[in-house]
Each structure stands twice: as C-alpha cells, then as structure tokens.
C-alpha cells in the first residue's frame, strides 16, 4: 500500500507549507493570510515543485468555506449592527455600489461579461473581517465608537455577500441559458431569482422555526451529557449538517445554511464554548480554504496585466477609501472616524476569495480576473498594516486621552487593592467572594462580553489585554497589593507576571495553572502561588475523606 496518497499529499504539503510561511508573514508583522496564499502558489501548478491535486484542495476548500461561514454566523451580533445601523448599513451598501460599480468599469475596459464585471466588482467591495479585526486590536479600538461603526460596516458587507452566494448561481444559469438561446427576457431573468428567493425564504423560515428549537435542545442534551467530545462533535455536525441539508433539500448554497446555523447557535448561551471548541478545526480548514485559493493564483499576471493590476490595486485601496471616507463625512462624523472606517477597508479577504472561486467555477468570470483579485488581495494585505499605522494611530491620541480621562472619573481612589486579571468561570467566581467580603478589585479582561458582563454586574472594569503596559497601569498596578491571573492559559500568565511585576516588584502575585508544565513555567518564573486545578481538587477530596 502506498504510504504517499494525493488526499494526505494534499493536506500534508497545504498545511506545512502554509505554517511555513504563515510564520515568516507573522515575523514580518503581516496578516498570517499572506503567507497561505503564497504557500497555495507554491504548491500550485503555476510554480517548479511539488504540485498538489487541484481538485482535492477544492473539495477541501469547500469544507473550510462552510467552517468560515459559521464562524460568521457565531459571531454575528445583531446588537452591534443596531447599535450603529444609521451610519454602517447606509455607509456600507453606499460603498459596495461604488466599488463594484469602478470594479465592472475596470471589467469593461478589459471586455469581460457583464455579470462577470458584478462578480469581479463585488470581489473588491468587501474587506476581509481577519484583517479588520486584527487592525482593530492592535491600534485597540475595538471598543471605540468608530471601532464598532467599522465592525458594524463589515457585518453588513457580509451580508450582502450572502445574499450575493445565494443568487450568483441562479443569474449564472439564466445568463448562460439566454446566451444560448441568443437573448434574454425580463421573465426568463425574474422566474429563476424568485425561485431561488422562495427556496432561500423557505430555508430561513425552517431554521427560524425549527431550527432555533431543535439546535439548542440538541446541545443542552449533549453537554448534559458530560462529554466534551461529544459536544465538539455536535457542534461540527450542526455546521456541517445543516450546510448539507440546505444545499440538498432548499438548493441553496453551503455558504448560506452555514451562516444560519451559526447564527442560531450564536444566540444560545453555549455559542462561547462551541467557539472555543471547534476553533482549531475550523482555523486548520481555513488555511487549507486559501492555500486552495493561492492554488489558482498564476504569477504571470504580475507580468502580463501589470496595468489592470495596479487598476485593481487602486480601486481597492484609493477607490473604496475615498468613497467610504466621503459617506463617513457625509453623515457627520468627524474625520478620525471616516479615516478608520476609509482604512480599515482598504483590503479584500476571504468572501473575496469565495466570489472569486464560486464565480469562475460557474463560467460567468474569466481566470484573469481571479488573478487580479488574488493578486490584489495578496498586495492590500501585505500594505494593509503600514496604512492603517499611518492613518488612523496618528489621530489616535486625542480619543485615547479622552478615554483615560473617563477611566480616572469613573475609577475610585485605589490603595492596596486587588487586580483581577480574566472574568471567566473561576474569575467570575473569585470576583463573586471578593465582592461578597467587601474588598477593592480591579478587573481586567481582554473579551468584550466578558467585560461587559462584568460592568452590569456593577465591577470596576478595564477593558484590554493584562500583557500591555497601559491596561495594568489604568488598572493601579503600582497601589495593587495583589494580583490574582485567573486566565486558563499558565504559559500567558507568566508573561503577564513579567509584565506586572517589572511595574510593581513588590507585587503579591497568585496564578493558575492546568498542567505541571505550567506549574514549573511559573515557579521558574518566580510567581510564589501557583495553583493548579487538579491538585486542589485531589487535596479537597482527600481532606473530604479525612486522608488529607
């Protein structure tokens, strides 16, 4: 039996490859995405080497498209959105028109299809989410108001996306149908698209009927169950399940019944473990979804079409700024938040990536243009970071100290206080005793829910990662007496000791761990209380039994 097979072939060289150079882009403080595209070009047809088998990456990519789209599901907020509906659904589908619009512009001058021009526009509306996000923390606006106008604008260009996923094959087979036919009809275009809509309609009314039932009865049943695995596999079975049935039963996309069986699980209060739990499968499908696409991507267009790829270029990063930046304006707000939202756009991702595959697959858009949208993709990434430093942290500083001022007027005095670090389940439940004995804490904690939750339940709070600077400082850490790391994570724990500790060396510090490893990390870094879970529930046990 042969021990090399193209299926693990395939997979072995699309993720070795790809954390290859995944770790070279992460050196180079680039989004990790490039370096799984080029890993896909260099397994991929177009260059010397190893050559993986095209049509299994794809098939593999069509899993890692369907994790994606439940990920997007789970993280979809419809209070966010609300929170920030007048500027980002106006703003966003304003932007989208005319990106696509310079985008079938572009299509023309090359002399491709006209649907094909709507895919290729489309392809460079819509921003990655990945690279928004990490943006987003590392300049730590998230929580800002321009930080949730920007997340707010991406929720609904997905959408659209969605919606574009869904009705793509329908108009596909119609164009194709009436170019047979020589000439189509406004009745031969409306009766497949309606079609498609009642089918889709049909769909949603089953998930949001049924669905928001049986899902969440299913994974009560299965966590009271007590089975981790079992839970991890429901969840992957949901996902991947619902995805199926949607595609068989209503003929809708994977895309599409992904999305909704993310949404519905995103609204139950499991959604945070089954994030948790399915995470590392869904970020291993995903690297193999772009290492699939960088498969398709031929170099020769660098050299080829150098004109219409610095056009792509520019509509991506100038055409979609100005006009984002001009709607932003437009509204009446200040111009810090239209250049955040201006440069947190200047990019294309994975839905880009999705269109671009879905649409030369269906015939309606030529291999050229997925070339400039890859190459496109790969060249806004990488620039990506360098503009959004240079925009929006040099119009930073006046909101950060607005905010430090709101912080220091909402904060009481501290002398001798606690600093709390993590709000999950054993921070909640020390911050619990904490209160009920009276004593002065300072929360830190990184996840916005979680730091929300602990807000309305009257905390002081500060928002933001324990391994910065700043965040310890805004917390007191030179008047802390204690700081308590209640994160799971023992290895990040040590680091944050280091920090705290370089700012306060006569700080009293007790972390968590969860295996001996962490145990020996953090006594080796000179933590003096290291408690470990299973130690304490031996000792309480044995105590118990009157053998402690």
Same mark, same amino acid.
């Given at each position: #039996?042969?021990?090399?097979?193209?299926?693990?072939?395939?997979?072995?060289?699309?993720?070795?490859?790809?954390?290859?150079?995944?770790?070279? &882009?992460? $050196?180079? @403080?680039?989004?990790?995405?490039?370096?799984?595209?080029?890993?896909?070009?260099?397994?991929?047809?177009?260059? +010397?080497?190893?050559?993986?088998?095209? %049509?299994?990456?794809?098939?593999?990519?069509?899993?890692?498209?369907?994790?994606? #789209?439940?990920?997007?599901?789970?993280?979809?907020?419809?209070?966010?959105?609300? %929170?920030?509906?007048?500027?980002?659904?106006?703003?966003? !589908?304003?932007?989208?028109?005319?990106?696509?619009?310079?985008?079938?512009?572009?299509?023309?001058?090359?002399?491709?299809?006209? !649907?094909?021009?709507?895919?290729?526009?489309?392809?460079?509306?819509?921003? %990655?989410?990945?690279?928004?996000?990490?943006?987003?923390?590392?300049?730590?606006?998230?929580?800002?108001?321009?930080?949730?106008?920007?997340?707010?604008?991406?929720?609904? *260009?997905?959408?659209?996306?969605?919606?574009?996923?869904?009705?793509?094959? &329908?108009?596909?087979?119609? #164009?194709?149908?009436?170019?047979?036919?020589?000439?189509?009809?406004?009745?031969? !275009?409306?009766?497949?698209?309606?079609?498609?809509?009642? @089918?889709?309609?049909?769909?949603?009314?089953?998930?949001?009927?049924?669905?928001?039932?049986?899902?969440?009865?299913?994974?009560?049943?299965?966590?009271? %169950?007590?089975?981790?695995?079992?839970?991890?596999?429901?969840?992957?079975?949901?996902?991947?399940?619902? /995805?199926?049935? /949607?595609?068989?039963?209503?003929?809708?996309?994977?895309?599409?019944?992904?999305?909704?069986?993310?949404?519905?699980?995103?609204?139950?209060?499991?959604?945070?473990?089954?994030?948790?739990?399915?995470?590392?499968?869904?970020?291993?499908?995903?690297?193999?979804?772009? =290492?699939?696409?960088?498969?398709?991507?031929?170099?020769?267009?660098?050299?080829?079409? +150098?004109?219409?790829?610095?056009?792509?270029?520019?509509?991506?990063?100038?055409?979609?700024?100005?006009?984002?930046?001009?709607?932003?304006?437009?509204?009446?707000?200040?111009?810090?938040?239209?250049?955040?939202?201006?440069?947190?756009?200047?990019?294309?991702?994975?839905?880009?990536?999705?269109?671009?595959?879905?649409?030369?697959?269906?015939?309606?858009?030529?291999?050229?243009?997925?070339?400039?949208? !890859?190459?496109?993709?790969?060249?806004?990434?990488?620039?990506?970071?360098?503009?959004?430093?240079?925009?929006?942290?040099?119009? @930073?500083?006046? *909101? =950060?100290?607005?905010?430090?001022?709101?912080?220091? &007027?909402?904060?009481?005095?501290?002398?001798?206080?606690?600093?709390? =670090?993590?709000?999950?389940?054993?921070?909640?439940?020390?911050?619990?005793?904490?209160?009920?004995?009276? &004593?002065?804490?300072?929360?830190?904690?990184?996840?916005?829910?979680?730091?929300?939750?602990?807000?309305?339940?009257?905390?002081?709070?500060?928002?933001?990662?324990?391994?910065?600077?700043?965040?310890?400082?805004?917390?007191?850490?030179? *008047?802390?007496? $204690?700081?308590?790391?209640?994160?799971?994570?023992?290895?990040?724990?040590?680091?944050?000791?280091?920090?705290?500790?370089?700012?306060?060396?006569?700080?009293?510090?007790?972390?968590?761990?969860?295996?001996?490893?962490?145990?020996?990390?953090?006594?080796?870094?000179?933590?003096?209380?290291?408690?470990?879970?299973?130690? *304490?529930?031996?000792?309480?046990?044995?105590?118990?039994?009157?053998?402690?």
């Amino acid at each position: #039996m042969p021990h090399h097979t193209p299926l693990i072939g395939t997979i072995v060289a699309g993720l070795v490859v790809a954390f290859v150079m995944g770790a070279i &882009a992460h $050196r180079l @403080k680039l989004s990790p995405l490039v370096g799984y595209l080029i890993a896909g070009i260099m397994v991929g047809p177009f260059t +010397p080497g190893f050559v993986a088998n095209a %049509s299994l990456a794809n098939e593999l990519a069509e899993i890692g498209v369907i994790l994606l #789209m439940f990920g997007v599901g789970l993280h979809f907020s419809l209070r966010d959105l609300l %929170s920030v509906k007048n500027i980002a659904v106006p703003g966003a !589908l304003g932007q989208i028109a005319v990106a696509t619009l310079m985008g079938m512009g572009l299509a023309h001058v090359m002399g491709w299809p006209l !649907l094909g021009g709507l895919v290729f526009g489309l392809a460079l509306s819509v921003a %990655s989410t990945v690279v928004l996000l990490r943006a987003l923390q590392g300049a730590d606006l998230v929580e800002t108001r321009r930080g949730r106008i920007a997340v707010g604008w991406l929720i609904v *260009e997905d959408l659209v996306m969605v919606l574009a996923l869904v009705l793509l094959p &329908a108009l596909a087979g119609v #164009m194709n149908n009436a170019d047979a036919a020589g000439g189509a009809n406004a009745g031969a !275009l409306l009766a497949p698209l309606l079609g498609t809509l009642l @089918k889709v309609a049909g769909f949603v009314a089953l998930m949001l009927v049924v669905g928001r039932r049986v899902i969440p009865w299913a994974l009560h049943w299965v966590v009271h %169950s007590g089975s981790r695995e079992l839970f991890r596999l429901a969840v992957l079975a949901i996902a991947l399940g619902v /995805a199926f049935g /949607a595609a068989v039963a209503f003929d809708v996309s994977f895309a599409l019944g992904a999305f909704f069986a993310g949404m519905i699980l995103g609204e139950t209060p499991l959604s945070r473990r089954a994030t948790e739990e399915t995470l590392p499968l869904r970020d291993a499908f995903a690297v193999l979804f772009f =290492v699939s696409v960088g498969m398709l991507f031929n170099p020769a267009v660098l050299v080829d079409q +150098p004109l219409p790829l610095l056009a792509t270029v520019a509509i991506i990063i100038v055409g979609k700024s100005i006009a984002a930046f001009a709607i932003v304006r437009a509204f009446g707000h200040p111009g810090d938040t239209a250049l955040t939202i201006a440069a947190s756009l200047a990019q294309i991702g994975e839905f880009s990536f999705i269109l671009a595959s879905l649409g030369t697959g269906l015939g309606v858009l030529p291999a050229e243009a997925r070339d400039l949208i !890859l190459a496109g993709a790969i060249v806004s990434i990488f620039l990506n970071p360098l503009i959004f430093s240079l925009i929006v942290r040099g119009h @930073k500083q006046e *909101e =950060v100290e607005e905010e430090a001022q709101a912080q220091k &007027a909402k904060a009481k005095p501290r002398i001798g206080h606690v600093i709390l =670090v993590g709000y999950g389940r054993v921070g909640k439940l020390i911050a619990d005793r904490l209160a009920e004995k009276g &004593a002065h804490f300072v929360v830190i904690e990184a996840d916005s829910d979680r730091a929300e939750e602990a807000e309305e339940a009257g905390l002081t709070v500060v928002r933001g990662s324990a391994l910065e600077d700043r965040h310890l400082r805004a917390a007191g850490i030179n *008047e802390a007496r $204690r700081l308590l790391i209640a994160v799971p994570e023992g290895f990040e724990g040590g680091a944050i000791h280091e920090h705290a500790r370089h700012l306060n060396p006569h700080l009293q510090v007790i972390a968590r761990a969860h295996s001996d490893a962490e145990v020996r990390h953090l006594e080796g870094l000179g933590v003096p209380h290291v408690v470990m879970g299973e130690r *304490e529930l031996a000792a309480r046990m044995l105590s118990l039994c009157g053998a402690g």
